[in-house]
């Protein structure tokens, strides 16, 4: 079975600063990584996703995340930070034919205005 | 875009009640999954259905059951419920084209007093 492991629990910053948060996986087999925000009070939402191919892959609202295949890791990046970032992070993967996800702990970033 | 739809959004029950949560998943998906939040913790797999028929399960207790109908959307009926069920209970849909990006519903939280 696969696991995700975040190890940033609480992650502070300022407005304009640069982010990353750490993502890694366990899983011997082919993988799909995916990264989801949720806002305070709100549903999933997708923030982007790595299937296959360029293991940069972009997203919503200014959001990258590479993966890193040799160390098992998808971490999630941005360069400059909002206070409207402000929320819950998962990181999540699901095996090659088989979908349902397993997520992260989850990452609560604070920006700070 | 239509989205995918939860009722209620929220639920309060006693213990040892029942509840049914309902999903109605975006049109032409196929695929519903069910995942469970509890405060503060990561979303974490309960059950999915592809074509009304179960196509996975996770870690569902006993005292839950799920379908799903002819029109695709699913109900999660819980018995017996039990203080540790408050949670937030969030429903994901899919398509067999792209199934591995799954659209998260609203959820539905429940609070057992």
């Known amino acids: 079975a696969q696991s995700v492991s975040q190890h940033n629990h609480h992650v502070i910053l300022s407005e304009a600063a640069s982010l990353e948060l750490g993502c890694n996986y366990s899983?011997?087999?082919?993988?799909?990584l995916f990264w989801y925000v949720q806002y305070p009070g709100q549903h999933l939402q997708l923030l982007l996703k790595?299937?296959?191919?360029?293991?940069l892959v972009k997203g919503i609202k200014g959001f990258e995340a590479e993966f890193i295949k040799s160390k098992f890791s998808f971490n999630l990046r941005k360069p400059s930070v909002q206070w409207s970032d402000t929320a819950e992070y998962f990181c999540a993967v699901n095996a090659f034919g088989n979908e349902k996800l397993t997520f992260g702990t989850g990452t609560r970033l604070t920006i700070i205005p | 875009a239509a989205g995918v739809i939860q009722s209620p959004r929220h639920l309060i029950k006693e213990k040892r009640e029942t509840a049914t949560l309902k999903c109605y998943p975006i049109?032409?998906?196929?695929?519903v999954y069910w995942y469970q939040q509890g405060p503060g913790q990561d979303p974490q797999f309960l059950i999915s259905?592809?074509?009304?028929?179960?196509?996975d399960k996770g870690s569902i207790p006993d005292r839950f059951s799920a379908q799903q109908f002819s029109d695709y959307h699913s109900e999660l009926n819980m018995s017996s419920l039990e203080l540790g069920d408050s949670a937030l209970y969030f429903c994901?849909?899919?398509?067999?084209?792209?199934?591995?990006?799954?659209?998260f519903g609203p959820g539905t939280r429940l609070t057992v007093t």
């Open positions: 994901a849909s899919s398509s067999q084209i792209s199934s591995y990006e799954q659209y």
């Open positions: 899983y011997g087999g082919t993988v799909n």
């Open positions: 259905f592809y074509e009304k028929m179960q196509s």
């Open positions: 790595y299937f296959s191919g360029d293991p």
């Open positions: 049109p032409r998906h196929d695929t």
